[in-house]
Nanobody, 125 residues
Framework: QARLAESGGGSVEPGGSLTLSCVGP???????MGWFRQAPGKLREGVAA????????WYADTAKGRFTISQNSAENTISLRLNGLQSDDSAIYYCAASKRKSGMFALMAGMYESWGQGTQVTVSS
């Protein structure tokens, strides 16, 4: 397992924005990168994913139009821009990596073998 490190979480008011970042070793060996989140009492869910080779992206329905995943290969980073945050977006956000390519399972946690420890996003008025 590769160790990933997330950053950029924090507390914002509804409608606010945050940018999460993920850095990890052996970036070039990870074909797929994804962002997942888990709130207390809820299951872990996929938010967004990206194919690091061709930049194809996938989004959960709740993320479309609000969140944007991107990569900076020169800096070995993956980012998730969170716009229009709502209270239901409050969760610990995790970065994940996989050496496999699967568009069908891009937002499925079981497809990823490497994880970070998460960064907290809290949205409240």
């Amino acid at each position: 397992q590769a160790r990933l490190a997330e950053s950029g979480g924090g507390s914002v008011e509804p409608g606010g924005s945050l940018t999460l970042s993920c850095v990890g070793p052996e970036y070039g060996y990870n074909r797929m990168m994804g962002w997942f989140r888990q709130a207390p009492g809820k299951l872990r869910e996929g938010v967004a994913a990206i194919d690091t080779a061709d930049s194809t992206t996938w989004y959960a329905d709740t993320a479309k139009g609000r969140f944007t995943i991107s990569q900076n290969s020169a800096e070995n980073t993956i980012s998730l821009r969170l716009n229009g945050l709502q209270s239901d977006d409050s969760a610990i956000y995790y970065c994940a990596a996989s050496k496999r390519k699967s568009g069908m399972f891009a937002l499925m946690a079981g497809m990823y073998e490497s994880w970070g420890q998460g960064t907290q996003v809290t949205v409240s008025s």
